[in-house]
């Protein structure tokens, strides 16, 4: 089992442009939460998704962000016409099925540089 | 915003001695989790505490849990250079869906 695999694992992208990060979660695992770190910062919550479904998107910016996660493949985040301050490091978590278990198994994160 | 947030921001302590990190919340919880990040890298879950638990042990860390004052505490008992990372509460609320959200951690240096 290889863990919450994220990719690309560092971006550099010029202002304007588009970025796109994958994160395939652990086997077994239906759950996928996506967080924002700054530098010296806690990470904050962007969204979470189960399978093909959009659960809360309340950390997420209303413009230029959006996550899916389909039925067959990774779960993307979308960042559209990026600005400066879009530069941060991006974690992927998943999670299992069971009920009430909410342990969260973290990627290595997507390091994102707007220049 | 975030719901948990830990004290002290900065703790530096000697190999050897014992380090505590406070955590407060807001609301109702169903769970209290810590996680540690070393720099650079992903979270690793540590440590679990459901909200009908007082206190749990793994290894050197001891967390405690009061729900009537809304904090937890992230004991670790002789501390190595090793231990040094940054250390966030998580909480996931009581009924709903599986939320999870993360304080603003504390960073720990162990000196050898």
């Known amino acids: 089992n290889a863990g919450v695999m994220q990719n690309p694992r560092h971006l550099v992208r010029r202002r304007g442009q588009e970025a796109r990060l994958r994160c395939s979660p652990m086997?077994?695992?239906?759950?996928v939460y996506w967080y924002r770190q700054l530098p010296e910062e806690g990470l904050k919550f962007m969204v979470y998704l189960q399978k093909e479904n959009i659960i809360d998107e309340s950390g997420m910016p209303k413009e230029r962000f959006s996550a899916e996660f389909p039925k067959e493949g990774p779960s993307i985040l979308r960042i559209q016409q990026v600005v400066r301050g879009d530069s941060a490091a991006y974690f992927c978590?998943?999670?299992?099925?069971?009920?009430?278990?909410?342990?969260?198994?973290f990627g290595a994160g997507s390091r994102l540089t707007v220049l | 915003s975030q719901q948990g947030e830990e004290d002290p921001q900065a703790l530096s302590i000697q190999e050897g001695e014992n380090a505590t990190m406070n955590c407060s919340y807001k609301?109702?919880?169903?769970?209290l989790q810590w996680y540690r990040q070393n720099s650079g890298r992903g979270l690793v879950h540590l440590i679990l505490?459901?909200?009908?638990?007082r206190e749990k042990h793994s290894g050197r860390l001891r967390v405690t849990l009061d729900t009537s004052k809304k904090s937890s505490s992230l004991l670790i008992t002789a501390s190595r250079a090793a231990d040094t990372a940054s250390y966030f509460c998580a909480t996931v609320p009581s009924g709903g869906y599986q939320k999870v959200t993360f304080g603003i951690g504390t960073k720990l240096q162990v000196i050898p």
């Open positions: 086997k077994g695992h239906s759950h």
């Open positions: 505490i459901r909200s009908n638990e």
């Open positions: 978590a998943s999670s299992p099925d069971s009920p009430g278990a909410n342990v969260l198994t």
């Open positions: 609301t109702s919880i169903n769970n």
